[in-house]
């Protein structure tokens, strides 16, 4: 079992950057696929970054060049840096992790844990 703890969120102007942080319990870190998702009111959960076990990384669209994310296995926590921040990115972002063997990177369904969610609201 892995348990995940997002923290960062909050409200930021437009232009702005908040640095999301997510902790994960457990010996086996290293071994998991982490990303990261986020949900607006109204809207379906969608992808916003990945990273896998050899430190690779995928980015929606929506986000690339704009989002960072990055993992550090010593610390058991995944990060996702977020410069230039949009109206449009306000939503509750979630991490997620995915043990053996790896589903899609992309898919909500092929991550086993999820954390609670940390709210980032963008003002215009």
């Known amino acids: 079992q892995v348990q995940l703890v997002e923290s960062g969120g909050g409200l930021v102007q437009a232009g702005g950057s908040l640095r999301l942080s997510c902790a994960a319990s457990?010996?086996?870190?290293?071994?998991?696929?982490m990303g990261w998702f986020r949900q607006a009111p109204g809207k379906e959960r969608e992808f916003v970054a990945a990273t896998t076990t050899g430190a690779r990384t995928y980015y929606a669209d929506s986000v690339k060049g704009r989002f960072t994310i990055s993992r550090d296995n010593a610390k058991n926590t995944v990060y996702l840096q977020m410069n230039s921040l949009k109206p449009e990115d306000t939503a509750v972002y979630f991490c997620?992790?995915?043990?053996?063997?790896?589903?899609?990177?992309?898919?909500?369904?092929?991550?086993?844990?999820w954390g609670q969610g940390t709210q980032v609201t963008v003002s215009s």
């Open positions: 457990g010996r086996t870190f290293s071994n998991y696929k």
């Open positions: 997620a992790a995915d043990p053996p063997p790896y589903g899609s990177i992309w898919s909500i369904s092929s991550y086993n844990y």
